[in-house]
Structures are given as C-alpha cells and as structure tokens.
T-cell receptor, first 113, second 112 residues
Framework: NAGVTQTPKFQVLKTGQSMTLQCAQDMNHNSMYWYRQDPGMGLRLIYYSASEGTTDKGEVPNGYNVSRLNKREFSLRLESAAPSQTSVYFC????????????FGSGTQLSVL | SQQGEEDPQALSIQEGENATMNCSYKTSINNLQWYRQNSGRGLVHLILIRSNEREKHSGRLRVTLDTSKKSSSLLITASRAADTASYFCATVPYTGRRALTFGSGTRLQVQP
C-alpha cells in the first residue's frame, strides 16, 4: 500500500500564481487533513474533511480552498500565492476521525517568490 | 495558538542514555498522541494515550499522562542514533474543532 501520496514534492511559484496540491490515500479512510509546517511553529491545521462531502476550516484557512473530490482525494488550492504561504504542506488521513492516529504524506515544499 | 507545547525545544544525549520530553496543553482532551518526524519526512505516529489512561508502553517508549496538570511525558529508553528526530505531541479536544492540534516539537539528537 502506498498510504498517503502527495504531489508535487517541490514547487516554486511567483506571487499571485495559483496552484493545487494533490493528496490521495488508499487506506479507505474517512477523514483527511491539510497542515502546514513552518520552522519552529509545529504543524498548523489549514482545512479538514471529517468525511466525504464535508470540509471545515482549521486554524489558518485564509488564502486556501479545499475540495474533497471523493473518499480518496483531498486537494488544497492556493488561488493567489503570497510569500507568507511559503511552507511545507502535509496531507494526512485517519480512519474515522481524530480519536485515532493520523497517517501523513511525505510533504510538499512550496516556495513563493 | 498552539494547544500543546513541548519542553525542551532541543535535547542532545549520548547513545544508550534515556531521553525525556514533556508536553503541556491548555484545554480538556479526549486523547494525546506523540509523533516522530525525521528530517525532511512526514510525521509518523508513535503512541496514543486516552484521557482515562495514566501510562502506556510501546517497545522502548513510555508515555505518561497527568490530566490534573494537563501534561504528558515521552520517555525513550536506551536511545539509539536512529532515534534522532523531532518529536511532537498532539491533542484532541473534547469539544470544538475535530482535529489534532500539534505542539512545536522537541528536536532530539542522539550522538553515537
């Protein structure tokens, strides 16, 4: 099993450009999450999807949109990238919600110039 | 704001020694989880302890939880160079947002 797969692994954008980060899991999990990790800040929740068809804002949702395309896939879109969005982005999933452990992807290193 | 805060921020020990990391949190929790992150990689789940549990073991890992002090500790016994990583605690609140909130982590360096 691949687990949680994120694409791309690296991306450089110019300010104002848009892009979509893709995430897919093959573990039949119901819940999926997007986090960002900045140096010394730990992980902060951007958006999450408790189950297929639902999405909710996390701690730092401004500047982002998400789509739970189906049970497997949960994408994160930056409509107009800003330098403050330079970060490492992690997608994660869990079987039935936060009372269980999360499985993480390997991350996307995003730089916005 | 961070729900969990780890202490110390960085720890350097020799192989074979024990490593202890602490985590404090602010609100009542359903469970507390510990994760490890090797440099440049995603996080890997280590152990989950529920609010009605006080201690849990997994191999060389021992986690304690004191809900009255809103704190947890992770002990790694007989550390190895391969244990070099960042360690994060994460909490699940009883109410509110249904997602894990992570602390800023402890960077552990195990010298061979």
């Amino acid at each position: 099993n691949a687990g949680v797969t994120q694409t791309p692994k690296f991306q450089v954008l110019k300010t104002g450009q848009s892009m979509t980060l893709q995430c897919a899991q093959d573990m039949n999990h119901n819940s999926m999450y997007w986090y960002r990790q900045d140096p010394g800040m730990g992980l902060r929740l951007i958006y999450y999807s408790a189950s297929e068809g639902t999405t909710d804002k996390g701690e730092v949702p401004n500047g982002y949109n998400v789509s739970r395309l189906n049970k497997r896939e949960f994408s994160l879109r930056l409509e107009s990238a800003a330098p403050s969005q330079t970060s490492v982005y992690f997608c994660a999933s869990s079987l039935t919600g936060v009372k269980e452990k999360l499985f993480f992807g390997s991350g996307t290193q995003l730089s916005v110039l | 704001s961070q729900q969990g805060e780890e202490d110390p921020q960085a720890l350097s020990i020799q192989e074979g020694e024990n490593a202890t990391m602490n985590c404090s949190y602010k609100t009542s929790i359903n469970n507390l989880q510990w994760y490890r992150q090797n440099s440049g990689r995603g996080l890997v789940h280590l152990i989950l302890i529920r609010s009605n549990e006080r201690e849990k073991h997994s191999g060389r890992l021992r986690v304690t939880l004191d809900t009255s002090k809103k704190s947890s500790s992770l002990l790694i016994t007989a550390s190895r160079a391969a244990d070099t990583a960042s360690y994060f605690c994460a909490t699940v609140p009883y109410t509110g947002r249904r997602a894990l909130t992570f602390g800023s982590g402890t960077r552990l360096q195990v010298q061979p």
